[in-house]
């Protein structure tokens, strides 16, 4: 992509050097900075006081779970929360008048962060075949577009129907609906490059691929592990979560190969503790891992307590769970005893104290949880890194009790509750045999294209309609170049936008943007006031109530966008009264309480204030796997050859930006400020590779296919990160991660594992 001169640049590139600790006063301000550039400091007011309140705004960031009604601060949200609802509720509109003076081709030159600044899209827009602008569309004619579209295809698996995890269930479950009765299972969601790697592991080992702690385990855990994940950005409220156990006596054990500010202390801005004084330590052990060494961190740890077993027997695992709730222990056990301590300790980069120091507080801990998220599942080798994780937890009977579990930590606000709605492309036969129960027609039981299947299925010309219902597909997918390519030969794109982002900038013959309310916004039908309802990573599922003005009268809400897009495609074709859903959402509520395990009686649990739990089988006792006992699991696998000269790269998310959305060029908590294309290295590597601070490289990447992908015009930023690995921001690197390079069986993106070298860009080339 080429970049307009530097319409980017908010200044020099200052880099000082990773931050002490996390949140506190500056937190509060830069949020309300960032949220008045964006807004009147009256719709501040009403966004933020509602956000997370109960009968409130949900907020639309990550998915870490609110504390029971009754224990909620009247601010209930963190700096970053508040910038990522204020970004939606910005005062800025993108018009008519602006795809007019923009032609697609310009769009295509500016920035991420430029896009998104031009505020909320206002009407539909489509761009037609051979023109260079988008143009007004009315909503009939968009929807006909559409649906003549569809239904000219030779096989419904011709359309592919993406969603991101902002998306409402109510949204969600008509989306689902839709594809099934058009024909087809090709739902890729954000999730396949989220969290899918956690899912197939965990529902390999327990039977279930959702997470198993609540925030009333974390009250309880003894000792909580923090693995792979920067909660300090991205799950903020997490660490209110970790600065509670602290203070009652739990330990904490945080794995990363950056020191994460906001794994080291802690100031709330919520107590007077936090604003004034010193904060609250978080880790009691900081574990500096080289990347993609997790598993044999883990296998290291199983082999010590298997050792401690041995030295004092029947004092260390949980000999009558483990007989009584799992299999496969002998052949997991002789695995891990081979595992030679010394070749642990080469991979991960770790002392063989530092190793046996965490062992030792694992054996004092009765309740254990193990936290992860992105820089586990990003990992070609992450399904196996997570089975081996579930392995330490089943050692010690860490799962089913209370304070102890697994804990993934998930991104969107709704992405669990998306899947759970029925957006995965391999959904089982009961869910596929209840909604032919509920709705009288057969849905397809082959299984569809996932996020990178899609793309692949693109480029070979089998998926010729491409539909985004949120989200930035273009950007969040790997190998930018392929993906872009993949959907200009689509024959119509169409997307289902609140804002303005590449993905309408890369379109097919014909490109559709469709235009839509917020959950921020007030949402009236003919039935009256609408809400709807998300999970959160805790399997909470609560209602969300808009208050703000919508920022168009043209705008339709996302349940009212795809209900007339399947009334209008599938006519009378298939027995659903899609008008009803969007006249009243109790009434697809309705339908899912039949159809989604779990919500038996929704409309009426979701009036409770909170909402309601799913029930999680592992906590009553049960593992829902093929032999109905946990497995144990013999896991392999280890990150990839790095050639001499070369860095292991790691792509990941400043501090300021929300997914491909960044908000400013600044990453305050690792103290990089005034330029986003920067490769943080180890001093040492730069010296090795004979390059200094501030010089300007190319990154290069080198993939199975023998290509090379080029990120041009990086700066070098000396940083803390273990010798041979490197960072940089996404999605300015995705271009670099090659379509084949995906984790074993889940086929998630290895985006946190690019082998990379940095080629200095010299003067006048
Ligand atoms: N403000 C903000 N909040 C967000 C988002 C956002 O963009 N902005 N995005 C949301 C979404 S969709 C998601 S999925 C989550 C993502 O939440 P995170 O997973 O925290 O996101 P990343 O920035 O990808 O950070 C990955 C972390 O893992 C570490 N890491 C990388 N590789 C390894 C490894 O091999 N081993 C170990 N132990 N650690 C490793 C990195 O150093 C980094 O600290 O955040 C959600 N919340
Ligand atoms: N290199 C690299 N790539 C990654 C990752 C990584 O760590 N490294 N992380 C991956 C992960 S974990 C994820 S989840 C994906 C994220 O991928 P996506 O979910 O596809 O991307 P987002 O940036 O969250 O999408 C932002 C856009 O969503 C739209 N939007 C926001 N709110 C709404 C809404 O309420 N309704 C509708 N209809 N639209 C809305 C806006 O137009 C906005 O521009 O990226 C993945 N890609
Ligand atoms: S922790 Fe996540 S859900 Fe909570 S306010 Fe912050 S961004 Fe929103
Ligand atoms: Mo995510």
Redesign the pocket.
Known sequence: MRRRPDEDREGELTSTGPKEWAAGVPAVAHALEYSLSQTSPKRTALTLLN??QVDGI?????????PAPGHRHAN???????K??NDEATSRRVTAEFFAEHPVSELGERSDKWLNQQGRLTEPMVKRPGSEHYEPISWTDAFGLVAEELRSLDSPDEAAFYTSGRVSNEAAFTLGLFARAFGTNNLPDCSNMCHESSGFALHETIGTGKGTVSLLDMEHADLIFVVGQNPGT?????LSALEAAKLRGARIVAVNPLPEAGLRRFKNPQKPRGVIGAGVEIADHFLQIRLGADIALFQGLNKLLLEAEDAAPGTVLDRAFIESSTSGFDDFAAHVRAVDLDDVSTLTGLGREEIRAVADEVLRSDRIIVCWAMGLTQHRHAVPTIREIVNFLLLRGNLGRLGTGACPVRGH?NVQGDRTMGIWEQMPDEFLDALQQEFGFDPPRHHGLDAVGTIHAMLEDEVKVFVGVAGNFVRAAPDSTATEKALRRCRLTVQVSTKLNRSHTVCGETALILPTRSRTERDLQDGGEQFVTVE?SMSDVHSSYGRLTPASPLLLSEVAILSRLARATLGERVPVDWASFETDYGIIRDHISRVVPGFHDFNHRIAEPGGFTLPNPVNEGVFPTSTGTAQFSVNEGSPPDVPEGHLLLQTLRSHDQWNTVPYTDNDRYRGIHGDRRVVMVHTDDLSALGLTEGDRVDVVSIADDGQERRAEGFRVVPYPTPRGSAAAYYPETNVLVSLGSVAETSNQPAYKSVVVRLEPVTAGT
């Open positions: 956000m997370n949900d907020c639309p960031g990550c998915a870490w779970p609110d209930e949200y963190c700096e970053n929360g508040a990522h609802i991205n799950h903020p409220r997490q606000s959160d």
